[in-house]
C-alpha cells in the first residue's frame, strides 16, 4: 500500500494524452480546457507584458490559474475497475510563464508552477455505508482515505513552426511534499519528478 500510493501520487505509471484549447475573450485575457484519458481541466490566462500580436517579436509574460481532476495512473485504474472502489486526484494550480517570440517561427519559454493536489482514495465504497462514516472506516483500513501534496515546480520548453502550427517540448521539474497514515503508520509521500512533454498547436 505504502509503495502504491507513492506511485499513484507521485508518478502515475501511464502516459497522459490531452486535447486543448485556449479562446481570447478580452485584450489580454483567455480562458481554456484540458480534455483527456480520466483528466479535465480549466483555465484562466492573463498576459501581464509584451506583444499580444503573434506576427511582433518580443518578451512576454502570462499568469495562469486552473483547476482540474485526473485518475491515479494504474493504481487508480485497479481500484476502480478491478474494485470497485474510488481513486481521484482534484488540482489547483497557478503558473507564471515568460518566454520570448522570434516573428512567426519560434517560442522559448521558462516559468514556475505551484500546485494544491487533493486526493481521495476509497478501496471498498460500501463501507461507508455499512460503518455510517469516514472516521470508521479509517480506522478499519489504518490507511488516510483523503489527503493534500503541495508542488512547487518550473518548467522549460520551446516550440518551432511557421503562423499557425508549431511542433514543441518541455520539460516539467515538480518537488512534492506531502504525508499519509499507510497501514497505521505515518508515511512521508514527498518526492523529485521529471515530466517530459511533446505537443502540436495551433493558432489563429
Do not use: C, K
Amino acid at each position: 500500500m505504502d509503495a502504491a500510493l507513492r506511485l499513484a501520487l507521485l508518478a502515475p505509471l501511464s502516459s497522459r494524452t490531452e486535447l486543448s484549447g485556449r479562446y481570447g475573450f478580452a485584450r489580454g485575457f483567455d480562458v481554456g480546457g484540458r480534455l483527456g484519458v480520466g483528466s479535465r481541466a480549466i483555465e484562466a490566462g492573463w498576459q501581464i507584458f509584451g506583444p499580444r500580436d503573434r506576427a511582433v517579436a518580443g518578451w512576454a509574460g502570462t499568469m495562469v490559474v486552473g483547476v482540474g481532476t485526473r485518475s491515479l495512473g494504474a493504481f487508480g485504474n485497479v481500484i476502480e475497475r478491478v474494485l470497485r472502489g474510488d481513486a481521484s486526484i482534484t488540482e489547483y494550480q497557478a503558473a507564471f510563464v515568460t518566454g520570448r517570440q522570434w516573428a512567426e517561427v519560434g517560442h522559448a519559454y521558462v516559468g514556475m508552477r505551484y500546485t494544491l493536489s487533493r486526493w481521495r482514495l476509497s478501496v471498498i465504497p460500501n463501507l461507508p455505508i455499512l460503518y455510517e462514516d469516514g472516521e470508521r472506516v479509517e480506522a478499519l483500513l489504518g490507511t488516510d482515505t483523503r489527503g493534500v501534496t503541495h508542488t512547487p515546480g518550473a518548467v522549460l520548453g520551446g516550440a518551432l513552426g511557421f503562423r499557425y502550427v508549431f511542433v514543441g517540448a518541455e520539460l516539467n521539474v515538480l518537488v512534492t511534499s506531502g504525508g499519509a497514515r499507510v497501514l497505521s503508520r505515518q508515511r512521508d509521500l514527498s518526492g523529485v519528478g521529471l515530466m517530459p512533454a511533446a505537443y502540436v498547436f495551433t493558432q489563429f
